[in-house]
Structures are given as structure tokens and as C-alpha cells.
């Protein structure tokens, strides 16, 4: 039934998404790991740790922040309002999640953690944690992504941890995925993998979208605070889905509510439509939409940002837009290095490339016949871009 966004009966599962299709040597991992998980959410203790960290280590709440100017540019009939996960510890949203993530390694007993990471936002929100705790790091990161953002590679190294490349592939987030998974098969005694989306074997999608969901709990209530309404769209970018579904996850039961996931249009090297454009295949330990070739291969994907360019996408999106509760929208590569300038020159805000797609689409939004009010994920802040910017948006 269209709006139907309850779990199906089997755990893990988001209608036909979902699952664990792992090694068998993964298995006992993921019921370890979701045993853990359960036990966490029932302890008020966990919770406690928890807040603590988002508000005194991360900097929570954020602000829910007007952009006047940028209404005024789009010549928007609705107020846009900004969820500023830009101003977490860190520059994004990754952080409400990794703190999640190694406590509950911590009570696991596990002193190895590893990750990967695409832009490096991942990477170093895990090695801040780390540091925090004084545990062991390694991120595994895709070489091509090394070089496009090479100052997160510093942070991370300044946190202690180790990088390691991955060169296979595309040397992209899917290859760093891919090498992280083969080290916590042969680890995986010892060794917390944090995940930095909502994606992979269950019960990561949930509990990664668990850790993000503050960001819609905050939201929904800033917006009503605000404005006294619920927004009538809320939107976000999409990469595998972990800030869409934090926002989204405020909102769900809100029927009221359109929940736009914009995801990376590209160019003509390609795209990474993974909702608007996918079938469903595995990858990554779920059953999700993937964009494949014609044999069933996970096709090659491109994006001008790094956290975009992944050809998974996290079950409970792909799931929502099967019920037609979200609508998968796309920006390219030039509409969104044009919102990037936009929001840097109108509000003062350097946001993430990643981010910059939600807000490209803003310009189609507000020409939409039902738009009132609308809430943008700000996921995350540019900052680690500048290196990389092509030579039109740098004046
Ligand atoms: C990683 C990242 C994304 C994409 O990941 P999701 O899991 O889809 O949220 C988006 N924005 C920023 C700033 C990021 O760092």
C-alpha cells in the first residue's frame, strides 16, 4: 500500500530490501552486533552517554537556520529553512553516527575499529571518535579519493589513525567499502566495523539511521517552534541515504509531509541515480536498488562529489520510494556546483558538494504548485572541497 513505511515482519527487511546476504563467517557478527544494539536502546545508560557526547563533544542541537536571501534569489513562495549539520564537530552529519557506533563497540569490548570512507567525512568523524576514546583506526579509502580530498586525509591522520588506499576498482567509496568488508571477515573477533551509511547487511541500515534520526527529531520540533506548521517538503541528498533518512525519519508518520531524496544527475561521465535509476541486486551485504549494467554488474557511477558517488543505495530509501513515499529527484554536477556558489555568496554558508545537490534542486522545488514550507538537510559543510573546485566557482 502506497505510504506504508512499516518494517516487514522479517527483521532487517524493508519490503523486498534489506537482509544479509554476508559470508557465513559474518553471521554470528550481525547477531552479535544486533543483540548489542537492542540491548543499547533498552539501556537508559547508553542513551545518557549518548546525548552527552552529541551536545558537549559535537555540538547538539543545530540550528535550524532561515535563508532569506536564498528565497528571495529563487524567488520561493515558501520559507526554506536550513538544518545546520554543517555546524556539527567535524563539518557533517557522519558524526551523530560514529559516536553511536563506538559506544556501542565500546560495550562490545571490541579496541579495533575500522571504516571506510568517500569524501573522508566518514573517515574522519570515526578517527575523531577514536581519538576520543583512544582506540585503534584504520579507514580504508579509495586512492582516487585520497587525492580529491586530501585534507580530510590529514585530519584523519592528525586523529591517529591509519589510512589505508584501496586501488582496486575505481579506487572509489565501493572499492574502500569492498576492502573494509574482507578485513572484518578476517578480524572480525576483534573488530568493530563502523558503516557510514544506512546501508549494508542488517542491522546496520537501521541502526546507522537510528544514530541519525536526532536530526529529524530536532528538526520537526525547531520547525513547528518556528513556524508553528509542518514543512511541506523536506529534503535531502542522497549517497546511501544516512542524513536523507535522519531528516526523513522525523517526518514519516507526517503524511502531509513530501520527502524528496535528490540524488547526484552528473555529467556526461555518468551519474549516480541509484532510486530514480536502479533495479534491485545486492551489494554490499542488502538487497537494495543498484545501478548495474546489462549482465547485472554494478555499473561504474560519477559524481563531482565524493560522497555522492556510490552505486548502492541504504534498503529503507529504496523501499520508501517503491511505496511512493519518496520522490527521487537528481542534480548535475553544474546545477550543483551552481547552487554551491549560490548558498556561499547569499548566506554566507560553504556547503558540502554533496550537500550543494539538495539545494541545486530547490530552483524546481519551489516552482511546484504545493510547496509551503520547505526544510533542507544542510549535511555538511565545503570546506574539504576547496582543493578541488573547478575554476568557474572559484572567482
Ligand atoms: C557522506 C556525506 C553525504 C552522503 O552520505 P549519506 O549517507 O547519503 O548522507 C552527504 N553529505 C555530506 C556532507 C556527507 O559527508
Redesign the pocket.
Known amino acids: 500500500m502506497p505510504g506504508d513505511t512499516t518494517l516487514t515482519r522479517r527483521p532487517g527487511r524493508f519490503g523486498r530490501h534489506g537482509g544479509q546476504y554476508v559470508p557465513e563467517t559474518l553471521m554470528p557478527a550481525l547477531a552479535e552486533l544486533a543483540r548489542a544494539h537492542t540491548e543499547a536502546l533498552a539501556d537508559p545508560g547508553f542513551a545518557a552517554d549518548l546525548d552527552v557526547l552529541l551536545r558537549d563533544f559535537a555540538g547538539r542541537p543545530t540550528p535550524l537556520d532561515r535563508a532569506r536571501r536564498l528565497e528571495a534569489a529563487l524567488d520561493s513562495p515558501a520559507p526554506i529553512y536550513l538544518k545546520r ?2 555546524l556539527l564537530h567535524t ?4 558524526l551523530n553516527n560514529t559516536i553511536g557506533q563506538v559506544l556501542l563497540a565500546r560495550r562490545m569490548g571490541k579496541r579495533r575499529i575500522i571504516a571506510e570512507t ?2 573522508g ?2 573517515g574522519v568523524a570515526t578517527a575523531a571518535v577514536c581519538a576520543r576514546f583512544g582506540l585503534e583506526c584504520i579507514v580504508y579509502m579509495g586512492e582516487t579519493d585520497m587525492q580529491r580530498q586530501r585534507p580530510n586525509v590529514q585530519r584523519m591522520h592528525l586523529f591517529g589513525a591509519e589510512v589505508r588506499p584501496a586501488r582496486t576498482g575505481r579506487r572509489t567509496l565501493q572499492d574502500a567499502t569492498s576492502e573494509a568488508i574482507r578485513d572484518w571477515v578476517a578480524n572480525v573477533e576483534t573488530t568493530y566495523y563502523v558503516i ?3 546501508v549494508g547487511p542488517h542491522p546496520y541500515p537501521e541502526l546507522v539511521a537510528g544514530f541519525q534520526t536526532v536530526i529529524g527529531g530536532e528538526a520537526r520540533a525547531q520547525i513547528l517552534d518556528a513556524e508553528g506548521r509542518l514543512p511541506s517538503h523536506a529534503v ?9 533518512l ?1 531528516l526523513f525519519r522525523g517526518f514519516l508518520d507526517d503524511p502531509e509531509v513530501a520527502l524528496v531524496g535528490v540524488e547526484a544527475g552528473g555529467s556526461a561521465d555518468g551519474h549516480a541515480r541509484t532510486l530514480g535509476l536502479g533495479d534491485p541486486g545486492v551489494l554490499h551485504g542488502a538487497m537494495s536498488l543498484l545501478l548495474q549494467d546489462e549482465d547485472g554488474q554494478v555499473a561504474p557511477v560519477h559524481s563531482v562529489s565524493a ?2 558517488d556510490y552505486p548502492g543505495v ?1 534498503p529503507q530509501l529504496a523501499h520508501l520510494v517503491d511505496t511512493f513515499r519518496l520522490v527521487a529527484a537528481a542534480a548535475t554536477d553544474a546545477e550543483a556546483l551552481a547552487a554551491f556558489a549560490d548558498l556561499c555568496r547569499l548566506e554566507g554558508i560553504l556547503p ?1 558538494l ?2 550543494a545537490h539538495a539545494i541545486a534542486h530547490l530552483r524546481a522545488l519551489v516552482r511546484e504548485p504545493d510547496v509551503r514550507l520547505v526544510v533542507v538537510n544542510c ?3 565545503g570546506d574539504k572541497d576547496l582543493d578541488h573546485l573547478p575554476e568557474e566557482v572559484t572567482p
Open positions: 549539520e554543517d563539518g557533517a552529519h557522519k568517500g569524501a567525512q566518514h557510514g551509511s544506512a535531502a541528498c542522497v549517497g546511501g541515504g544516512s542524513n536523507a535522519g560522497g555522492l541504504g558540502a554533496e550537500t549535511s555538511g559543510r
